[in-house]
């Protein structure tokens, strides 16, 4: 017998494997979206997508948090038209008008509202307990930031002004103990959070609620928006999203990903893509404010560059996904990817 071969009968986890052939790392749930740049951040690729783990939106007031969640929830139950989406409450500001928007049945949310960082740590243990493997389920809970601990709440009932220093620990454990549960069961998880902004010179956005949980998360957005107003009338139409990675394990931190998104026509499936090609040499400048396509002389504004199929067409390209990945991914090299030995 060889030495694999007693570990594999010693061990008393079932799901143990030798590498090459665990479900855990080649049979992993990729969901993409409709929007290319989206998978990007999602992934570092613009055919790639959602991910079991958490991924953590954090971001100011009215910076499209949980509209960003809910279009992640439709993505993965377009996939997956048995899915059910668990949706822990706290801020109640969801109604069942918000999911019907995003084309998500109402009838396939179960709502938990909760109050506290214990109530949400014990009631998801219990689901993933009872979870298996293969049942389809996407979480989101809105929002962690907004989250009491039980202690803080006590002492607000006893009249109590003292400093909770039990909520950032509670925060912690529930990291802990929901992290596995998520990737041995393909399980994606959005948790809604906040920031606050430091007290430096040149202050910088830091997410609420302590390091436990941001260490436990796959991947950490922070949600930074301009107004997208309309030169003529000054109203304001939309909003251009940049999305920074804070934190990933698949996404080069720091990158920028912008995403547009307008009250007319929703998430611009095109966003990013123009400045991407353009990058790439796949668009070339021939003059201020005229470009070329490709080997196409024809001069075009980028107006009517973004009005042709061309950027998305352009996603299907393996030239073009090569330099994303290159762009973006996380340990993508061409020296990795030639290397031999």
């Not at 949400?120 to 993933?128: R, V």
């Not at 920031?195 to 922070?222: C, N, R």
């Not at 920028?256 to 668009?283: C, R």
């Not at 042709?308 to 352009?314: K, N």
């Amino acid at each position: 017998m060889s030495l694999m071969a007693k570990l594999q009968k010693n061990t008393k986890i079932k799901q143990a494997s030798i590498l090459t052939e665990s479900e855990f790392f080649g049979d992993l749930d990729v969901i993409p979206t409709a929007v290319p740049m989206l998978n990007v951040a999602l992934s570092g690729a613009v055919d790639a997508g959602i991910l079991p783990g958490i991924l953590m939106i954090a971001g100011p007031s009215k910076h499209f948090k949980t509209c960003f969640s809910l279009m992640l929830a439709k993505a993965y139950t377009e996939k997956h038209p048995d899915a059910v989406i668990l949706f822990y409450d706290s801020e109640f500001g969801s109604p069942q008008s918000y999911f019907e928007n995003f084309g998500i049945d109402p009838a396939k949310v179960f709502h938990t509202p909760i109050t506290d960082v214990e109530i949400l740590k014990n009631d998801i243990m219990n689901q993933l307990e009872n979870i298996e493997r293969g049942d389809h389920i996407f979480i989101i809970i809105d929002s962690i930031g907004n989250l009491a601990s039980k202690k803080e709440v006590d002492d607000a009932k006893e009249g109590k002004n003292v400093a909770d220093m039990t909520r950032a620990k509670a925060l912690k454990s529930l990291g802990r103990m929901i992290t596995s549960h998520l990737t041995l069961k393909n399980i994606p998880l959005i948790a809604i959070n906040h920031i606050y902004m430091t007290q430096e010179m040149f202050s910088k956005p830091v997410v609420s609620g302590g390091t436990g949980l941001y260490l436990s998360a796959h991947d950490v957005w922070i949600l930074g928006r301009q107004q997208d107003k309309n030169e003529k009338t000054k109203i304001i139409e939309g909003y251009d999203f940049i999305i920074n990675i804070d934190k990933s394990r698949y996404v080069k931190e720091k990158s920028k990903i912008p995403i547009s998104i307008t009250y007319e026509n929703g998430i611009d499936p095109k966003s990013g893509l123009f400045d991407q090609a353009l990058k790439g040499g796949f668009i070339k400048e021939v003059s201020k404010g005229y470009y070329n396509i490709g080997e196409d002389t024809t001069k075009r504004t980028r107006k009517d560059i973004e009005a042709l199929p061309f950027l998305l067409d352009l996603c299907e390209d393996d030239e073009f996904k090569t330099f994303i990945r290159k762009s973006y991914q996380l340990g993508y090299s061409e020296e990795l990817e030639n290397q031999d030995e």
